[in-house]
């Protein structure tokens, strides 16, 4: 299970401050049990964007956003709304968004933060990769986590160990600045690189006490406590 | 004494590089600095450069500063995360420390301890930042300081790297992250370095063109496998190759000569790094008439 939660509303609207129509795609997998996607994520998404006075193209519910040849098929039917659209809202976890960025050639955000991989990381078929940072940043990224891919966790651009768009610890290794700046420009995006992105908050990194005490953390945690609750309650009525 | 002042008063900075030493016996590199004395505006002091464990350079500066010679504290994000960083640069200040060059630093595998862990919570610019809001009298998350420190930032830029134009974008946040100056990686070709600063006309920053001394045709070839964004030419390496052992000091300083007389006039400084052939600073400086 890949936990994620959504991103807060004014995070989500930022993204598309200049935009009108987004096309909106909801994973059917974890996201469902998280609610964050599945049919409920879903709607709960569109109605806020057309609140806000934004187009649903196309609202999108596939079953693993994480793989790519289910994400092919079901957008080649939907080629004339992609083009009309000026970005794509992914409700999934990290590797999700990605997953659709590498297939698309306009901005791909996320509108979801990635926080668990509760003991079971769940399969994806292909090379995308989430950190669950919990706080994903892959809006501004061209959809191409930096996090996960650079070996100095590097979020204000490539250092200067980066060369012929290879990375200084191995040059077999893309530098993932180099991809992420190609994607950029191909998307028009090249100024997101002239933001100054704040250094990471780690306690994001660590699951809230709160989270170990619902399903997500442990299926053994939620099933005994409400046992244990009951007995306590008959214990004390035969009092 | 801070860089700042003398770009301000129109001068051509001139720094040079000492690597500290594996271990506690300073005397030879405190011998070749003092040969640097009144010769060059600052010595760069690099901490545990390529990631091999040496001597602190912090403790380097200060020796320096007792010398009479101004110190440039390299500090890295590599070995420390956030609060020591800061602490750090705290430190260096009640030393007498005045200029800092911050650091991504390289990563931990080129070292000698390719087995550590890498720190990297922050990266050169929030560490620019990091250290502009301590000069403003506040850490990171705007605790107010009892007593700030003064620095003069600097940050280092690649003319070569390939391609340039998201080294340029990174240059322009770096100047808004408090960068002062800039000193270059290694450049042997003037047409690269003309490229940069033509691409970096609107960043109004003074830039200290990068010198490294070569020592030789295997230093030369290895810089161009090994070293990100530096590329030796073949018509120098030949010079190398050709020269005699005897004759290589003479032929390094005459090359490093005519390519500072080449780029002294498109920029602000020179930053010369001798990898320990300090004792032939003067005479490259001496050759290209800065002294």
């Known amino acids: 299970m890949i936990v994620s939660e959504r991103k807060s509303w004014e995070e989500i609207l930022s993204f598309l401050e200049e935009e009108k129509n987004v096309f909106l795609i909801a994973c059917g997998g974890c996201s469902d049990a998280c609610k964050t996607g599945g049919t409920e994520g879903l709607r709960e998404v569109k109605d806020k964007l057309r609140e806000a006075g934004k187009e649903i193209t196309a609202a999108l519910l596939i079953d693993f956003v994480c793989n790519k040849v289910l994400i092919g098929m079901r957008l080649n039917r939907y080629i004339e709304e992609l083009k009309s659209s000026d970005s794509v809202l992914v409700l999934s976890c990290g590797i999700g968004v990605q997953a659709v960025a590498n297939m698309l050639d306009i901005p791909v955000r996320p509108g979801d933060n990635t926080i668990y991989m509760g003991g079971f990381p769940g399969v994806w078929p292909g090379e995308e990769r989430c950190l669950q940072c919990g706080d994903c940043r892959l809006a501004d990224t061209g959809g191409i986590c930096p996090y996960a891919n650079c070996p100095k966790l590097l979020v204000n651009g490539a250092c200067g160990g980066s060369d012929k768009g290879k990375c200084e610890t191995d040059p077999e290794k893309d530098c993932v600045w180099a991809l992420i700046y190609e994607r950029l420009k191909n998307i028009g995006k090249l100024e997101n690189l002239r933001k100054i992105y704040s250094p990471r908050d780690y306690n994001l990194i660590l699951a809230p006490s709160e989270r170990k005490k619902s399903i997500f953390w442990a299926l053994e945690t939620v099933e005994e406590e409400p046992k244990e609750e009951a007995s306590e309650e008959r214990r004390l009525s035969t009092l | ?291």
Not at chain 2, 8 to 22: A, L, Q, R, Y
Not at chain 2, 252 to 275: D, F, N, P
């Open chain 2, 1 to 291: 004494m801070k860089l700042k002042d003398l770009f301000k008063k129109g001068k051509f900075v001139i720094t040079s590089e000492i690597g500290p030493p594996k271990g506690t016996n300073i005397e030879p590199m405190l011998e070749e600095v003092d040969l640097l004395k009144n010769k060059v505006d600052a010595i760069n002091v690099t901490e545990n450069q390529s990631s091999v464990m040496r001597l602190g350079s912090m403790a380097v500066c200060r020796l320096l500063k007792e010398r009479g010679l101004e110190p440039v504290f390299q500090i890295t994000c590599r070995d420390r995360n956030r609060l020591a960083l800061q602490s750090d640069l705290i430190s260096a200040s009640v030393l007498g420390i005045e200029n800092v060059l911050c650091l991504t630093g390289d990563h931990v595998v080129l070292g000698d301890h390719p087995q550590t862990k890498p720190v990297f919570d922050l990266d050169s610019i929030h560490l620019l930042k990091a250290a502009r809001n301590l000069v403003n009298g506040y850490d990171m998350v705007e605790n107010k300081l009892d007593g700030s420190p003064d620095f003069c930032l600097g940050a280092v830029v690649n003319p070569g790297a390939d391609p340039l134009e998201p080294q340029i974008i990174k240059m322009e946040a770096k100047v808004e992250a408090g960068a002062e100056f800039f000193q270059t990686q290694a450049v042997y070709e003037v047409k690269k370095f003309e490229d940069l600063m033509k691409a970096a006309e609107h960043i109004k920053v003074p830039i200290m063109v990068g010198i490294v001394l070569l020592k030789s045709a295997g230093m030369a070839r290895f810089m161009n496998a090994n070293v990100a964004g530096v590329f030796v030419p073949d018509k120098l390496i030949k010079i190398m190759a050709d020269a005699s052992k005897e004759d290589r000091p003479r032929k390094s300083i005459e090359i490093a000569a005519s390519l500072i007389k080449e780029m002294k006039g498109m920029c602000q400084g020179v930053h010369i790094m001798s990898l320990g052939w300090d004792k032939y600073v003067p005479s490259v400086l001496k050759a290209a008439k800065l002294i």
